[in-house]
């Protein structure tokens, strides 16, 4: 019997869980409050010998994120990089038209998003292992997890018959749209289940659904797929024909109208994590029922989320709270509105905040660099390079740059010069002049970068080599 191929959808922003998730760095990529991110914690669900090799779909501005996080875990995966966001039908159509080539017509496809926690792995596992042979026989099977409490923040299923010879797989009477709280009472008392948008199903199968009820995007999706290439260690989408897939989601476009749907009742614990109110309900909690993770003091609070990953946090008396603060934004919220985190978002787009999608921390492929202070003609930076890093050899039109190593040794070029700058020495970068960093060590390199000119930004650089391929 073929293995299960997981595809992996890394896409979105995670902007409900803002200051923490931001465009930049979203909340796949972050741990909260364990050792592995979301997205590795995805990755290691699925790494039993009932299982081939992941196939990841994420966007091109974060494939090197993804790629380390995936190196960090020593386990193999295919990325397969979206030119442009398109939701999750057309990502899953890619990822569904890839494993057909790479497996054959009848490969298994489990579809996962990777910002969902699901702590019991084993039990996951067991349930997808009773879901295989409905899929195996033609069937798309959901998740559709049964409630343990009326949500009104997630989508909703309402099972049918069960299907002979398929286990406890039933069909699907109807979708229901994220209700009201009334509303959600009642779908709980009929045993509707939540919808949790993991897919199993066997590639062929899926791709005439999706044929029968989305032919225009699976005509440019395939078109992508069948002249997608490779970058380095990655597989890009070709970028015109994918750009032309129309943006819908999976539901819409194909599950709610297809006659091959399934449903497989679950009950292992699942949560989206869609808004801070949904990461307090899955934390651990002190006595008072209250969670806390970073640098956080709290005195006479309840059922209060603190959550710092920047300065110390203390709270005095707070009952049902979301506190959450990061070096350059605090949220304070009561639970129950934890839902409109994202209109705030929005809000400090439209007034061209870059707080609401980008972090002082950036992350690079040779590591990351973190704005420490700025003024009207400086900047401070704190950059760090990972072992072996190099930077692109570039130059810059406005500004000059002072480099003044803390830990480890760089190997600088400046025009035709090459020396190695070892701990607490400095070096100067004229404006203009062609120069590149590499760490030709084996611990990481930091250093302070001090820039000054006319202009500051980052689309000040003049590229002329890059070992990581970017423009």
């Known amino acids: 019997m073929s293995l299960i191929v997981p595809v992996i959808l890394c896409g979105g ?38 299982y081939a090799a992941p196939l990841i779909v994420a966007g091109h501005e974060m494939r090197f994120l993804v790629a380390e996080q995936v190196r960090a875990l020593s386990k193999d995966a295919t990325i397969l990089l979206e030119p442009a966001r398109r939701d ?13 080539a790479v497996h054959g017509d009848d490969a298994l496809v489990l579809v996962l998003a990777a910002d969902h926690s699901i702590p019991d792995a084993a039990h996951f596992n067991r349930t997808v292992a009773e879901a295989a042979p409905a899929a195996r026989a033609g069937r798309i099977v959901t998740f559709g997890i049964v409630p343990d409490n009326p949500a009104t923040g997630y989508g909703y299923i309402k099972p049918g018959d069960v299907l002979p010879g398929m286990g406890p797989v039933r069909t699907v009477e109807r979708f229901v749209e994220k209700p009201d709280a009334v509303t959600a009472e009642r779908l709980v008392s009929e045993g509707h289940l939540w919808n949790a948008g993991n897919f199993l199903f066997v590639a062929g199968a899926f791709l005439r659904e999706a044929r029968a009820h989305a032919p225009d995007i699976l005509a440019d999706v395939q078109a992508a797929v069948s002249d ?52 307090w309900q899955i934390a651990e909690k002190d006595a008072d029922g209250n969670s806390a993770t970073g640098d956080v003091v709290l005195l006479d609070a309840k059922n209060t989320l603190a959550y710092s990953t920047g300065p110390l946090t203390t709270v005095i008396g707070g009952q049902d709270l979301i506190v959450v603060a990061t070096r350059d934004a605090v949220l304070v919220a009561p639970r129950d509105k934890a ?39 400086y900047q401070v930076k704190r950059i760090t ?21 803390v830990t480890g040794t760089a190997r600088v070029t400046i025009n035709d010069e090459v020396k190695l700058v070892g701990e607490n020495q400095s070096v100067y970068i004229p404006l203009g002049a ?36 970017r423009g």
């Not at 669900?45 to 009932?50: A, D, E, K």
């Open 339 to 377: 839902q409109e985190v994202r209109t705030l978002v929005k809000a400090l787009e439209k007034a061209g905040r870059a707080q609401a999608t980008e972090h002082l921390r950036a992350y690079r492929p040779w590591g990351d660099y973190e704005q420490i202070d700025k003024g009207g003609r």
């Open 88 to 100: 999750s039908c057309a990502a899953i159509i890619a990822a569904a038209a890839h494993v057909r």
């Open 385 to 405: 390079v990972k072992p072996g890093g190099i930077l692109s050899l570039q130059s810059h039109v406005h500004r000059a740059e002072h480099w003044v190593v």
């Open 434 to 469: 062609v120069h590149r960093m590499e760490n030709p060590g084996k611990v990481p390199l930091e250093l302070i970068e001090v820039q000054s000119g006319s202009y500051l930004g980052e689309d000040d650089i003049v590229r002329y080599e890059d070992v990581y391929g």
């Open 228 to 279: 997608a290439f490779h970058d380095l260690d990655f597989i890009r989408l070709e970028p015109e024909a994918f750009k032309r897939a129309r943006a819908i989601s999976v539901d819409f476009a194909i599950m709610e109208k297809s006659a091959q749907l399934a449903v497989m009742p679950s009950t292992f614990r699942w949560s989206d994590i869609g808004s801070w109110d949904a990461a």
């Open 13 to 50: 922003a995670g902007s409900r869980l803002w200051p923490a998730s931001r465009e930049s760095f979203p909340k796949q990529l972050i741990a909260f409050g364990g050792r592995e991110s979301l997205l590795q914690a995805t990755l290691s669900r699925v790494m039993t010998n009932s």
